[in-house]
C-alpha cells in the first residue's frame, strides 16, 4: 500500500515571504516516482514537477524549489518571495513502477497569499 | 494544443438520476484516468484506461458507476442512481503512455451536485 501524506491543510502567508509545503510519502517500492500539482481556484491541476526515486539531487525552477530525502521519505515544495498568484491547492503525488500504476494524492495543502 | 476537455462543467441533478460525465483527452495520450475530487478528501482514484480497456477499475466505489473509452480517446463515465454522496468534482486526466513516469494532464473537471 501506498501513502501520501501532507500534514499542513492550511497556509497563509504575506507576499514575498518563503513558504515551505511538506510532503511525506510511504511506499514499499524501491523505484517510485513523485509528483507536486498545483491547483488554482480555476479547477484545473496543473503539473509542476517529477522526481524519480534514484535521483535525490535539488531542483529549482525560478522561485520554485524541491527537496526530496529518500532517507526521510519526504519530497517537500517551497516557494521562495511568495505572490498573490501562487495561492492554490498544492497536491504531492506518488506513483509506483509496478503495477499500473496510478497516482496516489495526498490531501493538498491550500495555500493563501495575501498582499 | 488543445488540453484535457470534459463536460459538462458543472451538472445538478436529482437523486436516484442517471448522469454520464465525458472527457476528451489529449489527442495521442493512450492513458486515461478519472479522479474524484471531494471536499476535504483529496483526490481518489476510481479507474484506468489504457487505449480502450480499463486495467484497473479498483477505485470505481460502487457497481453504479461504470466507464468507458471507445476509439481509445473519448471516454465517459456514467453513475446510476445518483446518490447525495456522488456530489464531488470530478476529474479526468490524460498521458501519453501508462507509464510511471508520465505526467498526467488533468482537464477542468466536472462539478457534480446531487439534490
Known amino acids: 500500500a501506498q501513502k501520501v501524506t501532507q500534514a499542513q491543510t492550511e497556509i497563509s502567508v504575506v507576499e514575498k515571504e518563503d513558504v515551505t509545503l511538506d510532503c511525506v510519502y510511504e511506499t514499499r517500492d524501491t523505484t517510485y516516482y513523485l509528483f507536486w500539482y498545483k491547483q488554482p481556484p480555476s479547477g484545473e491541476l496543473v503539473f509542476l514537477i517529477r522526481?524519480?526515486?534514484?535521483?535525490?539531487q535539488n531542483e529549482i525552477s525560478g522561485r520554485y524549489s524541491w527537496n526530496f530525502q529518500k532517507s526521510t521519505s519526504s519530497f517537500n515544495f517551497t516557494i521562495t518571495a511568495s505572490q498573490v498568484v501562487d495561492s492554490a491547492v498544492y497536491f504531492c503525488?506518488?506513483?509506483?513502477?509496478?503495477?499500473?500504476?496510478?497516482?496516489?494524492f495526498g490531501k493538498g495543502t491550500m495555500l493563501l497569499v495575501s498582499p | 494544443g488543445a488540453g484535457v476537455s470534459q463536460s459538462p462543467s458543472n451538472k445538478v441533478t436529482e437523486k436516484g438520476k442517471d448522469v454520464e460525465l465525458r472527457c476528451d483527452p489529449i489527442s495521442g495520450h493512450t492513458a486515461l484516468y478519472w479522479y474524484r475530487q471531494s471536499l476535504g478528501q483529496g483526490l481518489e482514484f476510481l479507474i484506468y484506461?489504457?487505449?480502450?480497456?480499463?486495467?484497473?477499475k479498483s477505485g470505481l466505489p460502487s457497481d453504479r458507476f461504470s466507464a468507458e473509452r471507445t476509439g481509445g480517446s473519448v471516454s465517459t463515465l456514467t453513475i446510476q442512481r445518483t446518490q447525495q454522496e456522488d456530489s464531488a468534482v470530478y476529474l479526468c486526466a490524460s498521458s501519453i503512455g501508462g507509464t510511471s513516469n508520465q505526467p498526467q494532464h488533468f482537464g477542468d473537471g466536472t462539478r457534480l451536485s446531487i439534490l
Open positions: 522526481r524519480n526515486s534514484f535521483d535525490e
Open positions: 503525488a506518488l506513483r509506483n513502477l509496478s503495477g499500473y500504476s496510478t497516482l496516489t
Open positions: 484506461f489504457q487505449g480502450n480497456s480499463a486495467p484497473d
